[in-house]
C-alpha cells in the first residue's frame, strides 16, 4: 500500500446514519451514498492521530508504547511500533537496570524502554525489580542483589537475557552470568562466603571456583571446602541450566535475536540478514525485497508470522505466508502442489508459523512468488523444559 497525501478536505456537515452490524469480524463493503458512522469515527481518529504524529512526534510515540500492554498481543504491538522509530530518527533504547525506570522514558532523542516492558516482569515480579540495587563491584555483588532483592530465577533470566544488565555484567555473555545465577541459587551460606573469599584470585568465574574448592583449595582442617558427594548433587541440580547454557551458548548471535524478541518483542542486537549471511550469499532484508522492481529475482531471509493453506478458483493448491524481519513484512505464496510437496521433501517437514526461512523467489508486485524454501534449524532452548526430548549435550 502506498502513501497517498491529502489534497482536500471538505465538510460535509451533519447527516442522518445508520449504524450496520455484520456476522463477520472479516468484512470489507461499501455502501453507496450513506454515511457509515463506523467510518467516519475511524476517519476522525486517524486524523487527528496523524496531526499528533506528525507534530507532537516522541509523545505520540511514547503513549503508543505504553499503551501497548493492554493490548492482547503487547510485544507484536511493540514490535510494529520500533520498526516505525528509525523513519523518525528515534532509538527504542533497551532495558537497562542503571538507567531505566519504571516505564518508558525519554533519554535524549531516543526513548529508553522501562523495566516493566520485559515478559515475565508483571505483576508482584515489579516491585522486587524496582528494589534492586544497581551498585554492584563484580558478578557476586549481583547475584547477593538480585537475591537480596528476592528476584526469582525465571525473572532473573528474563532480566538477563533482554540485556538489562549489559551495562554491568562486563566480559561474561549473557548465558554464562544466568547460568553462574542459576549455579549461585544452589549454593549454601558457608559455600557462597568461600566463593565470595576467592573471588578476586579467580576472576569471578564461579564454576572455576567451585570446580578448585573441590579439588584443589582446603580449608583449615586439610579438607577441600567442597566434599565429592556434595560436588555430585551440584552437578545434578544444575545440570538442566547447564545443558540449556551449552546448547545457547553455541549460538550467541542467534540466541540474543531470539531472547531480545522473546522478552522485548523485537531484537536490537542483530538482524536475520547479519545472522545468516555468514552461511548464505546474497541476502537482502525485506525492506530492500519491497524496494526491489517487479519480476526479479530475490533472496532473504525472514520469520513466518502468519500461514494459511488455500485452493485457488482453479482448484490449485497453494500456501499463503506473511513474512517478517526486523523492519518490515512481504506477503509471499508458494503454488502448485508439486512445489509445496518438495518444500515438505527437502526441509522434512511442513512449513510452520515463527519458522525461520531463507526464501528464493521472484517478486510480482507487492507479492513473492516462492521457488524454494529453507527452514533453519532453531537450536535455541528458551525454557529447560524445552530439554525433555533431548539428548544430553557433553
Given at each position: 500500500?502506498?502513501?497517498?497525501?491529502?489534497?482536500?478536505?471538505?465538510?460535509?456537515?451533519?447527516?442522518k446514519?445508520?449504524?450496520?452490524?455484520?456476522?463477520?469480524?472479516?468484512?470489507?463493503?461499501?455502501?453507496?451514498?450513506?454515511?457509515?458512522?463506523?467510518?467516519y469515527?475511524?476517519?476522525?481518529?486517524?486524523a487527528?492521530?496523524t496531526?499528533?504524529?506528525?507534530?507532537?512526534t516522541?509523545e505520540y510515540?511514547m503513549?503508543?508504547?505504553?499503551?501497548?500492554?493492554?493490548?492482547?498481543?503487547?510485544?507484536?504491538?511493540?514490535?510494529?511500533?520500533?520498526?516505525?522509530?528509525?523513519?523518525?530518527n528515534?532509538q527504542?533504547?533497551?532495558?537497562?537496570i542503571?538507567?531505566?525506570?519504571?516505564?518508558?522514558?525519554?533519554?535524549?532523542?531516543?526513548?529508553?524502554?522501562?523495566?516493566?516492558?520485559?515478559k515475565g516482569?508483571?505483576g508482584?515480579?515489579?516491585?522486587?525489580?524496582?528494589?534492586?540495587?544497581?551498585?554492584?563491584n563484580?558478578?557476586?555483588?549481583?547475584?547477593v542483589?538480585?537475591?537480596?532483592?528476592?528476584?526469582?530465577v525465571?525473572v532473573a533470566?528474563?532480566?538477563?537475557?533482554s540485556?538489562?544488565f549489559?551495562?554491568?555484567?562486563?566480559?561474561?555473555?549473557r548465558?554464562k552470568?544466568l547460568?553462574?545465577?542459576?549455579?549461585?541459587?544452589?549454593?549454601?551460606?558457608k559455600?557462597?562466603?568461600?566463593?565470595?573469599?576467592?573471588?578476586?584470585?579467580?576472576?569471578y568465574?564461579?564454576?572455576?571456583?567451585?570446580?578448585?574448592?573441590?579439588?584443589?583449595?582446603?580449608?583449615?582442617k586439610?579438607?577441600?571446602y567442597?566434599?565429592?558427594s556434595?560436588?555430585?548433587t551440584?552437578?545434578?541440580?544444575y545440570?538442566?541450566?547447564?545443558?540449556?547454557?551449552?546448547?545457547?551458548?553455541a549460538?550467541?548471535e542467534l540466541?540474543?535475536?531470539?531472547?531480545?524478541?522473546?522478552?522485548?518483542g523485537?531484537?536490537?542486537?542483530?538482524t536475520?540478514?547479519?545472522?545468516y549471511?555468514?552461511w548464505?550469499?546474497?541476502?537482502s532484508?525485506?525492506s530492500?525485497?519491497?524496494?526491489?522492481?517487479s519480476?526479479?529475482?530475490?533472496?532473504?531471509?525472514?520469520?513466518?508470522?502468519?500461514?494459511?493453506?488455500?485452493?485457488?478458483?482453479?482448484?490449485?493448491?497453494y500456501?499463503?505466508?506473511?513474512?517478517?524481519d526486523?523492519?518490515?513484512?512481504?506477503k509471499?505464496?508458494?503454488?502448485?502442489?508439486?512445489?509445496i510437496?518438495?518444500?515438505k521433501?527437502?526441509?522434512k517437514k511442513?512449513l510452520?508459523?515463527d519458522?525461520i526461512?531463507i526464501v528464493n523467489?521472484?517478486?510480482?508486485?507487492?507479492?513473492?512468488?516462492?521457488d524454494?524454501?529453507?527452514?533453519?534449524?532453531n537450536?535455541?532452548?528458551?525454557?529447560?523444559?524445552?530439554?525433555?526430548?533431548?539428548?544430553?549435550?557433553?
Amino acid at each position: 500500500m502506498q502513501a497517498q497525501r491529502i489534497k482536500s478536505v471538505k465538510s460535509l456537515g451533519k447527516k442522518k446514519c445508520l449504524d450496520f452490524t455484520v456476522d463477520s469480524r472479516d468484512h470489507n463493503f461499501y455502501a453507496e451514498g450513506i454515511v457509515v458512522s463506523n467510518c467516519y469515527a475511524y476517519s476522525y481518529i486517524t486524523a487527528y492521530t496523524t496531526y499528533l504524529k506528525a507534530n507532537h512526534t516522541f509523545e505520540y510515540f511514547m503513549s503508543c508504547l505504553k499503551m501497548a500492554q493492554f493490548e492482547d498481543q503487547p510485544l507484536e504491538c511493540i514490535d510494529g511500533i520500533q520498526s516505525e522509530l528509525p523513519f523518525f530518527n528515534i532509538q527504542l533504547l533497551p532495558p537497562d537496570i542503571l538507567k531505566s525506570t519504571e516505564d518508558y522514558s525519554l533519554e535524549g532523542r531516543n526513548i529508553r524502554m522501562g523495566i516493566n516492558a520485559i515478559k515475565g516482569l508483571a505483576g508482584a515480579a515489579l516491585p522486587k525489580v524496582k528494589s534492586f540495587k544497581a551498585a554492584v563491584n563484580n558478578k557476586f555483588d549481583l547475584f547477593v542483589n538480585l537475591q537480596s532483592a528476592k528476584i526469582p530465577v525465571n525473572v532473573a533470566a528474563s532480566l538477563i537475557l533482554s540485556g538489562c544488565f549489559d551495562s554491568i555484567r562486563g566480559e561474561v555473555s549473557r548465558n554464562k552470568l544466568l547460568l553462574e545465577f542459576e549455579l549461585w541459587k544452589e549454593l549454601t551460606d558457608k559455600e557462597l562466603v568461600n566463593c565470595y573469599a576467592f573471588g578476586s584470585k579467580y576472576n569471578y568465574d564461579l564454576m572455576t571456583i567451585v570446580k578448585e574448592m573441590s579439588s584443589n583449595l582446603h580449608n583449615e582442617k586439610g579438607k577441600p571446602y567442597i566434599k565429592d558427594s556434595r560436588l555430585t548433587t551440584l552437578k545434578k541440580d544444575y545440570d538442566p541450566a547447564k545443558q540449556k547454557y551449552l546448547r545457547n551458548s553455541a549460538f550467541e548471535e542467534l540466541c540474543a535475536y531470539i531472547m531480545e524478541t522473546e522478552y522485548l518483542g523485537f531484537s536490537y542486537s542483530y538482524t536475520l540478514k547479519n545472522i545468516y549471511s555468514k552461511w548464505v550469499k546474497d541476502l537482502s532484508t525485506i525492506s530492500e525485497v519491497n524496494n526491489t522492481d517487479s519480476n526479479q529475482k530475490v533472496r532473504f531471509v525472514a520469520i513466518i508470522k502468519e500461514l494459511k493453506k488455500k485452493v485457488s478458483k482453479k482448484k490449485v493448491p497453494y500456501i499463503a505466508l506473511e513474512l517478517r524481519d526486523e523492519r518490515a513484512s512481504i506477503k509471499a505464496m508458494i503454488f502448485k502442489e508439486d512445489r509445496i510437496e518438495a518444500s515438505k521433501e527437502f526441509n522434512k517437514k511442513d512449513l510452520e508459523e515463527d519458522d525461520i526461512i531463507i526464501v528464493n523467489g521472484l517478486k510480482k508486485d507487492d507479492v513473492v512468488f516462492i521457488d524454494s524454501v529453507s527452514i533453519q534449524d532453531n537450536p535455541i532452548i528458551i525454557k529447560k523444559s524445552d530439554l525433555k526430548n533431548e539428548k544430553e549435550i557433553k
